[in-house]
Structures are given as structure tokens and as C-alpha cells.
């Protein structure tokens, strides 16, 4: 079983539709939880970072972290074309960060 | 925040030879980090490297694989050695001061025949 699981997609959605994109972990000792952005051929680049349970908003996307049940979510609201790109879960446990395998989103106009 | 360039962007090799991946950092960084992304896959670090030291491989990771060098604070390469077709993935260079100030260069694309 991988530390951390994350569904590849891809997931399909018109312009203007609320995404939700999901990871659940297995190792308790994760703190930290950050969302990657990575468009095609470019490295990812950070979108959220968190660290207690609870939600945080930035813009159009919120985190949210459920330690008790081992699971966070990205929530992008009011989606555009141009957040068509693959979303990687990252966790850090005190040395170094465990990557889930990214979901491939698509944002149709 | 930190622009990192990698060289080559992409590259096609032979199987049995080694291939050097060059990256470059625009600000003095202490730590740098190289990753693999298999197809499909999540990113895997390879090692850690800090100028002045040894890099550090993560389990799975060889040094006579992945030769790693960090001659000073803006520059690393990582050479992949005897390469046969799994080697063929994205390696990426990323650099970072924190958990929140992590970035990563744009990635060679190795395919190995």
C-alpha cells in the first residue's frame, strides 16, 4: 500500500464547476500537506500548504485537512481552462515529502 | 522565490550509456533536491544535496547510479549511469528554504532505447 493514495483521472469538468480533488495517507507522522500545481512539461509549483486540521482559502481554492481520517481535499471553485493541469498531494513527516501520483484535471470551456 | 533552469530539456539515449542533467539556480541555496517522475507516477526523491557534502540518497537510490555534484551554491548535476529503458522518466531538480518555499525546475524528459 502506497503512504500516500491519490485517484490519476482524469477528471472532466465545464468551466464554472466546483472540483474537488482528494488524497488520503496512511502515516500518522505526516504535519504538513501541500497541493502542486504541474502543467504539462513544466515542474509543479505550490498552490497550498497547511498544517493543522481545518480549512484554508486562497482565492478560488481552499485545503482542507482531516487528520482523524487521514484525508485532504482541494477545492477549486469557479474553475477555468486554464487550471487544466495535473494536482499533486504532498506530505511532509520531519525529513521529506512523500508525493501522491497527481490528478490529471480538465477544465472544458 | 527561485527560477531554476535544467539542461538538456529532453534527451533520447542508448541503453548503457550516461547522461549529465544540469540544474541552476538563480540565488544561493543550501539544499537541493533531485527527483524522478516515472510515467504516470508520483515524484520519487533521489537524493539531497548540500554543497560541501556527500549527497544523500534516499533507499533505492545508489551513488554509483545517480553520481551526484554540488560544487557550489547555485549549480548540481546529476548523472544517470549504465542507463537501461526504466530509467526512461522526468528528473527534476527543486530547491527549497522551507515547507512552504519548495520549487521545482521545469524537469528532463530521458527516454532510454
Known amino acids: 500500500q502506497k503512504e500516500v493514495e491519490q485517484d490519476p483521472g482524469p477528471l472532466s469538468v465545464p468551466e464554472g464547476a466546483i472540483v474537488s480533488l482528494n488524497c488520503t495517507y496512511s502515516?500518522?507522522?505526516?504535519?504538513?500537506f501541500m497541493w502542486y500545481r504541474q502543467y504539462s512539461r513544466k515542474g509543479p509549483e505550490l498552490l497550498m500548504y497547511?498544517?493543522?486540521?481545518g480549512n484554508k482559502e486562497d482565492g478560488r481554492f481552499t485545503a482542507q485537512v482531516d487528520k482523524s481520517s487521514k484525508y485532504i481535499s482541494l477545492f477549486i471553485r469557479d474553475s477555468q481552462p486554464s487550471d487544466s493541469a495535473t494536482y499533486l498531494c504532498?506530505?511532509?513527516?520531519?525529513?521529506?515529502?512523500?508525493f501522491g501520483g497527481g490528478t490529471r484535471l480538465m477544465v472544458k470551456p | 522565490s527561485a527560477v531554476i533552469s535544467q539542461k538538456p530539456s529532453r534527451d533520447i539515449c542508448q541503453r548503457g550509456t550516461s547522461l549529465t542533467i544540469q540544474c541552476q539556480v538563480d540565488?544561493?541555496?543550501?539544499?537541493m533536491f533531485w527527483y524522478r517522475q516515472q510515467p504516470g507516477q508520483s515524484l520519487t526523491l533521489i537524493a539531497t544535496?548540500?554543497?560541501?557534502?556527500?549527497?544523500?540518497?534516499e533507499s533505492g537510490f545508489v551513488i554509483d547510479k545517480f553520481p551526484i555534484s554540488r560544487p557550489n551554491l547555485t549549480f548540481s548535476t546529476l548523472t544517470v549511469s549504465n542507463m537501461s529503458p526504466e530509467d526512461s522518466s522526468i528528473y527534476l531538480c527543486?530547491?527549497?528554504?522551507?515547507?512552504?518555499?519548495?520549487?521545482f525546475g521545469p524537469g528532463t524528459r530521458l527516454t532510454v532505447t
Open positions: 527543486s530547491v527549497g528554504t522551507g515547507l512552504n518555499e519548495q520549487y
Open positions: 502515516n500518522s507522522a505526516f504535519q504538513y
Open positions: 497547511t498544517y493543522s486540521s
Open positions: 504532498a506530505m511532509w513527516a520531519g525529513n521529506m515529502l512523500t
Open positions: 540565488s544561493q541555496v543550501t539544499m
Open positions: 544535496a548540500n554543497q560541501g557534502s556527500e549527497a544523500t540518497y
